[in-house]
Structures are given as structure tokens and as C-alpha cells.
């Protein structure tokens, strides 16, 4: 018997460098999140776009806060977006991803929720403001259905890992060592 035969059953080969740029799906975004990103990124900087384009406000404060909240939120998705895809998210030195893709996704739901209503309680009526307030709604709604997904699929980060389980591709780790008996064949 050859040395190939006896290795090859039970030997895995080496992966090559992947080469594409983005990676998706990838251990920390699958294609369904990868495509919910993509709608916040774009609802984000529409509603972002659309708060710009508001010539005069009677009461400033709830247009500023908008405008802070669709900014940061069409920033830091695309940003986030861009890292998860690609390998870049193994050049920043940071090991907990899905906790911080989790909590950020998670706070910009929250305060995109409170700046759309804001701005819709205390705005001039124009349809750019309508229209401004409706993309924050429906960019509210594409966060909460990416909070909603990461559960489903992955868990609360917080709360701790899924057990083996619930995950059956994950690998178990070996028990028995190699030789414990102190019997050496040769």
C-alpha cells in the first residue's frame, strides 16, 4: 500500500488563498446578510440624500439628529459591509466580530427608530421631509431584519455560543490522543 492511500482518507487538503475580493458567504456574513447590509447602506444614504436636500426646518434639532443618525448609519455599514466581505476584517486585529457587528447593528436600529420618529413629529410636512422620514422607516426595518437574521442563524453573541448540537457542521474536537498507551508501531 502506498503512502498516498494510507494519508489520503484521512488528510485535508490545504486551502488556496481565495483570490476574489469579496468573500461572501464567509464566516462572518452569509449571502443573506450580505444583501440586507447592501439595502441598509443604500436606504441609509437615501434617507440621508433626501435630509440634505431640506431647505429650512422650523425646529432644527430633530433634522440634525436625522441627518447625524442616516450619516453615521450609511458610513459605518458601508464600512462594516466592506470588511466583513472582504479579508480586510483580518487585518484590523479585531477577534470579536459578531459581538460587534451584533451590538453596532443593533444601536444603529435603535437610534435610527428614535430619529425617524423625531423628525416626523416635529417637521414642516414638505414631501422631501415625508419622503427623508419614510427611508428612515424603511432603513429602520432592513437593521431590525438584520438583528432578526443574526439571531435566527447565529445566536445573541452576548448570551454565549450555540452548543455543538444546534450546529452539526461544527467539528468536535478530538479526545483520544495518538499512542496513548505508549504502544509505538513500527
Known amino acids: 500500500m502506498a503512502t498516498s492511500e494510507v494519508y489520503t482518507s484521512t488528510t485535508v487538503a490545504a486551502q488556496q488563498s481565495d483570490s476574489r475580493c469579496f468573500t461572501v458567504p464567509s464566516e462572518h456574513l452569509t449571502k443573506v446578510r450580505f444583501c440586507i447590509k447592501v439595502v441598509e447602506v443604500l436606504l441609509s444614504f437615501v434617507a440621508f440624500v433626501l435630509e440634505e436636500v431640506v431647505n429650512n426646518c422650523m425646529s432644527c434639532a430633530p433634522l440634525y439628529f ?20 472582504t479579508q480586510l476584517h483580518t487585518k484590523v486585529g ?40 419614510l427611508f428612515g422607516f424603511l432603513a ?17 453573541p452576548c448570551l454565549g455560543k450555540k452548543q455543538a448540537a444546534e450546529n452539526p457542521a461544527a467539528p468536535v474536537p478530538e479526545v483520544e490522543k495518538l499512542n496513548a498507551n505508549g504502544n509505538e508501531s513500527g
Open 140 to 156: 429602520s426595518g432592513a437593521f431590525l431584519a438584520d438583528v432578526v437574521v443574526f439571531i435566527k442563524t447565529r445566536g445573541v
Open 94 to 133: 479585531i477577534t470579536c466580530w459578531p459581538h460587534l457587528d451584533f451590538g453596532y447593528t443593533l444601536l444603529i436600529l435603535v437610534f435610527f427608530v428614535i430619529a425617524s420618529i423625531a423628525f416626523v413629529t416635529d417637521n414642516s410636512g414638505t414631501k422631501v421631509e415625508n419622503a427623508a422620514v
Open 66 to 85: 436625522f441627518e447625524f443618525v442616516s450619516c453615521t448609519a450609511f458610513l459605518f455599514t458601508l464600512l462594516l459591509l466592506i470588511l466583513l466581505s
